[in-house]
């Protein structure tokens, strides 16, 4: 009985330990949502970060992050948003690397103010990548006559259906090069002088947790449960923040088809079709 009431007295008159919120930050990082998976983005990430850091009474957030990386910007923006909540509401931000934090991942990482990492994870790979496909012979095989109008030379840079021109690609590794470059402003700025002299820290290579603390990317090896009692006391405990369901759930896709809705549900399945083969090949570049 006194256990019942004391769940129902607020969390500051409790004495049954501190409470530390945590956060799972998993998947791929890119702009929009995923049809057929979860995808990190600020859209998705802001309003669990705003819940988390409004727990008056915990002095840390714990932060789990596993990704392969993905969009530059909104990786960007969500350490931003993280770091900007973390001095507003003067609370320490803890990250804790499970699987892989890496490129995206990683930059997300920075905005702990300590990074610890499973000592197997996968953690770096600071560097810039772009990909895509050439099909400059595709059309002339199947009879397709392909006609583009530009006002402006440049309008078709990189265009797949062209053969590939010395200038397209300079141009777009002058691009890599200067958001490479604001990457590396980031860790430097985040990590300063934890960092060993090592000549590929920012060559794009990753490297397994334990490797990672040598080189000064990561603080420690260990897990959020481990860490959060060895911190706070053995009845400290972890409350997971988990996105809000509506009252009905989500609708199941092909629950109803007609003539309608046909077209942009195929026109769906295809993107999510492309989006999963896009994320398999991201996670896949770190043996996951």
């Known amino acids: 009985m006194a256990g019942f009431f004391r769940k ?19 998947g791929t990082i890119m702009s929009g949502g995923g049809q057929f998976r979860p995808v990190l983005n600020l859209a998705t990430v802001a309003p669990l970060l705003e819940k988390a850091f409004s727990v008056k009474e915990a002095p840390a957030v714990a932060i789990s992050v596993n990704s ?22 003067k609370k320490r931000v803890l990250i804790f690397v499970e699987d892989v934090a890496a490129s995206g991942g990683y930059m997300i990482a920075l905005a702990g103010d300590e990074i610890i990492a499973d000592p197997s994870s996968i953690v770096g790979s600071i560097g810039v990548v772009s990909g895509g496909f050439g099909f ?16 402006g030379e440049n309008k ?19 691009l890599q090069l200067d958001i490479h470059d604001t990457f590396i402003q980031m860790v430097k700025a985040r990590r300063g002088s934890l960092l060993a002299d090592h000549p590929d820290i920012f060559s794009g290579l990753f490297w397994t947790g334990r490797r990672g603390q040598e080189l000064g990317l990561v603080d420690g090896l260990g897990d959020m449960r481990g860490e959060v009692r060895r911190r706070y006391g053995e009845k400290a405990r972890l409350e997971l923040i988990q996105p809000s369901r509506s009252l009905f759930g989500r609708r199941q896709p092909g629950a109803a088809v007609d003539g309608s809705i046909a077209a942009p549900l195929a026109a769906s399945a295809a ?4 989006e999963a083969i896009e994320d398999r090949a991201l996670w896949a570049r770190f043996g996951l």
Do not use: W
């Open 8 to 26: 129902l007295m607020p969390r500051r008159f409790r004495r049954d330990g501190v409470a530390i919120p945590a956060i799972r930050l998993h």
């Open 68 to 89: 392969p990386g993905g969009s530059p910007v909104q990786s960007r923006l969500i350490y931003q948003r993280i770091r900007d909540l973390a001095e507003e509401k």
């Open 136 to 151: 400059p012979e595709l059309l002339k095989k199947v009879g397709v006559e392909r006609r583009v109008y530009t006002a």
């Open 156 to 174: 078709v840079v990189l265009d797949p259906f062209q053969p590939e021109k010395e200038r397209d690609v300079e141009f777009l590794k002058s």
């Open 271 to 274: 993107a999510g079709l492309i």
